[in-house]
DNA sequence: TACGGCGTGTTGTCTGACAATTGACCCGGC
DNA sequence: GCCGGGTCAATTGTCAGACAACACGCCGTA
């Protein structure tokens, strides 16, 4: 059913989890025989996996595995959730606040909807609040019985699991501020503590808006990384 | 003298600047033929493309720009100088400070050599404060001469326009701090004021540690955004 | 020992073809 | 007039085979 680029990219990624780190893999055309597709798709595949930093790719030499371990940084799209299952923390979702209320005319121009539905809530790990998170998400883009039922503290895992509207990527703002008001209460904090705050807006694959997030999280938790790659040739200044 | 499908890459990249979003490009076969390159070869190009979310492509449809603009972010291993640059804001080098030590245990480790030259400096725009960065290098990695001669801010410009070695990524741990001591007094802002911290680590291609990188923002003048993207089959745990 | 050519294996590129998919067009039936 | 289905052209996706460029080890030679 799926296109075969992508089930070589699936394969190559499970093929990697099994490798060491420096290790070298099969040639080209033996691995395109071993997969069961042309030369050309598994390059389509390993291009992909290049540009993300999984293998490296040698003309003459051969491709292999980087000797270091790129963890999984920022520029994957996962909810706090799933960040966090990832390393075996525990967390859990406490006090929530689901508001109904007409959107703001900046929200209203963002999301194209006159009414917005604006969740609150402290994310905890290990039982200590760690983060405090605001969606405002279009009125109707999740039915209420489905946000009731099945909300457990992650917007982003919601519309994945649902897969409607089908998402693409989020764009977000990173940005230091002090804890005050209603946020410093929330994670129970003094005012003035200092915070690291994510603005994002999520698109869907039409470009859409679908939902705006705030994130305030206490240091120490949770590591932000990003990996910042040189450009090759890909930006027009050069 | 660059390899074909970067001389292709960096041609879209600037195909792309002069087109506008929802625009059709071209059909492989009569891009490739406009840009001497085998349909192959474009191919690989646009899949790099494709995979920062500079082009959509759709079998049967076409090749197109997408609706939305993804302003460059933080994925783009470039240094603060070509990012003012490229918004067109005046940015100089303030006071500097060169430094000659011994590495402590863990750069020794992290960068492999014994002796270490730490460069300390703060960064204007528009003749205010707004950065300060403190590089750590391995002795030998720059000519002191080079060093000397061609500083002028940015460490990653310099050793990107040298070549050597050839740098790949590096990867960042992003954290809210308060200002104190040296980096306050630098700033020119009170202690206790909230800065943005990045912490890097600059890796060559083969996976060597050359420098590392801690620099210290004062809010509002740079934006850092970061696009997340959802899988698409490339990680394993699907 | 030092050095330079040579052979082998790898990724990079080219060529040509066919498959799968999409969207538009045309035409007939109601 | 409107709707539905089939056909067709255009485009990207995939395939197969070949040659080019490159890196590295091997070996013969000075």
Redesign the pocket.
């Known amino acids: 059913m799926s296109?075969?680029?992508?089930r070589t990219a699936h394969a190559l990624a499970e093929l990697l989890e099994r490798s060491e780190p420096g290790e070298v893999?099969?040639?080209?055309?033996?691995?395109?025989e071993q997969l069961?597709?042309?030369?050309?798709?598994?390059?389509?595949a390993?291009s992909a996996l290049e540009d993300r930093g999984r293998i490296v790719?040698?003309?003459?030499?051969?491709?292999y595995v980087p000797p270091t371990i790129i963890e999984a940084g920022l520029e994957e799209l996962i909810s706090i959730e799933t960040m966090a299952a990832r390393v075996g923390l525990e967390v859990e979702m406490g006090d929530s606040e689901i508001l109904h209320r007409n959107s703001d005319p900046e929200e209203a121009q963002l999301l194209g909807v006159d009414q917005v539905i604006e969740i609150s809530r402290v994310i905890l790990a290990e039982g200590e609040t760690v983060a405090y998170l605001v969606d405002t998400i279009g009125k109707g883009m999740i039915p209420e019985a489905v946000l009731a039922k099945e909300f457990h503290g992650s917007v982003l895992d919601l519309l994945l699991e649902r897969g409607e509207p089908a998402l693409e990527y989020s764009k977000s703002e990173i940005s230091a501020v002090f804890a005050e008001g209603r946020i410093a209460d929330r994670l129970e904090v003094p005012a003035g503590s200092v915070l690291l705050r994510f603005e994002a807006s999520l698109f869907t694959k039409d470009g859409q808006v679908v939902d705006r997030s705030q994130g305030y999280f206490l240091p120490g938790t949770f590591k932000f990384h990003v990996v910042r790659r040189v450009g090759r040739g890909l930006s027009a200044t050069a």
Chains 1, 2 share one sequence.
């Open positions: 296109k075969p680029y992508q893999l099969p040639s080209e055309p033996r691995l395109a069961g597709v042309s030369r050309a798709t598994l390059r389509e390993m790719r040698r003309q003459g030499v051969g491709t």
